[in-house]
């Protein structure tokens, strides 16, 4: 790791962690929206990045979905915050328990709402639970649907089973966003090149009902951008 990176990291960890500490005192999701949209613009002000979005005439701003997107870098949901920023849309992640209970993000994610999701656990009817309580807030769910990160040469990589049985189980729209824009290539010329003025390009796709299944989710999503 280069001086850059270990500063960048650094800036991050402090905001990251001073953030996860502001939503202890919030009591409302529109105030977390808010603290994380705020946490997203810092994050990629100082990467120099922009976010460019087309499609969310699309999408009911004050709708509840399931929001599907595209994982290739830890600045995703920064991504997807900022390019929500002009709805009331405010989701809860859906956060593996590595992420969960991180160092580095565990702070952050329980406290600015998200549901843990536990791979290696049997048991499965508390993180339904959670799911249909926090729908019941008024918050959408937020899922990256290949379950980690895409590190491969590939636009996308296998949909973990299960996403769509989150809307099924809910009654609950599932809207598709394609990250257009490479974001890890775009993370690596932020902090090693230090280049300014980068974009990263969302899509915001049709919204699919949670009934239909006349393809899979990763078909339909495939067929609607890539």
Same mark, same amino acid.
């Given at each position: 790791?280069?001086?850059?990176?270990?500063?960048?990291? /650094? *800036?991050? #960890?402090? /905001? =990251?962690?001073?953030?996860?500490?502001?939503?202890?005192?919030?009591?409302?999701?529109?105030?977390?929206?808010?603290? %994380?949209?705020? *946490? &997203?613009?810092?994050?990629? !002000? %100082? #990467?120099?990045?922009?976010?460019?979005?087309?499609?969310?005439?699309?999408?009911?701003?004050? &709708?509840?979905? #399931?929001?599907?997107?595209?994982?290739?870098?830890?600045?995703?949901?920064?991504?997807?915050?900022?390019? #929500?920023?002009?709805?009331?849309?405010?989701?809860?992640?859906?956060? +593996?328990?590595?992420?969960?209970?991180?160092?580095?993000? &565990?702070?952050?994610?329980?406290?600015?709402?998200? $549901?843990?999701?536990?791979?290696?656990? +049997?048991?499965? !009817?508390?993180?339904?639970?959670?799911? +249909?309580?926090?729908? @019941?807030?008024?918050?959408?769910?937020?899922?990256?649907?290949?379950?980690?990160?895409?590190?491969?040469? =590939?636009?996308?990589?296998?949909? @973990?089973?299960?996403?769509?049985? $989150?809307?099924?189980?809910?009654?609950?729209?599932?809207?598709?966003?394609?990250?257009?824009?490479?974001?890890?290539? $775009?993370?690596? %010329?932020?902090?090693? +090149?230090?280049? @300014?003025?980068?974009?990263?390009?969302?899509?915001?796709?049709?919204?699919?009902?949670?009934?239909?299944? !006349?393809?899979?989710?990763?078909?339909?999503?495939?067929?609607?951008?890539?």
């Amino acid at each position: 790791m280069n001086l850059k990176q270990v500063s960048m990291a /650094l *800036y991050s #960890l402090y /905001l =990251t962690n001073k953030y996860g500490v502001k939503f202890k005192s919030v009591k409302s999701n529109a105030e977390r929206k808010e603290l %994380r949209c705020e *946490y &997203g613009n810092l994050i990629l !002000s %100082r #990467l120099n990045i922009e976010v460019i979005v087309s499609g969310l005439d699309k999408v009911d701003p004050d &709708g509840q979905y #399931l929001l599907l997107s595209n994982h290739r870098s830890i600045i995703d949901p920064c991504v997807i915050e900022v390019a #929500l920023k002009d709805t009331n849309i405010f989701g809860l992640w859906v956060a +593996k328990k590595e992420l969960y209970y991180s160092f580095f993000f &565990g702070l952050f994610v329980r406290n600015g709402g998200a $549901i843990l999701l536990d791979r290696g656990s +049997k048991k499965i !009817s508390q993180f339904f639970k959670d799911v +249909k309580a926090g729908l @019941k807030s008024g918050a959408s769910i937020f899922i990256f649907p290949e379950g980690t990160r895409n590190k491969q040469d =590939t636009d996308l990589a296998e949909f @973990k089973e299960g996403s769509q049985m $989150i809307a099924l189980k809910n009654r609950l729209p599932m809207l598709p966003v394609y990250i257009k824009t490479n974001t890890n290539e $775009i993370l690596h %010329r932020a902090i090693n +090149k230090r280049e @300014k003025n980068l974009r990263i390009e969302v899509v915001f796709g049709d919204v699919i009902d949670s009934s239909d299944r !006349s393809m899979s989710l990763e078909q339909a999503y495939r067929k609607m951008f890539i």
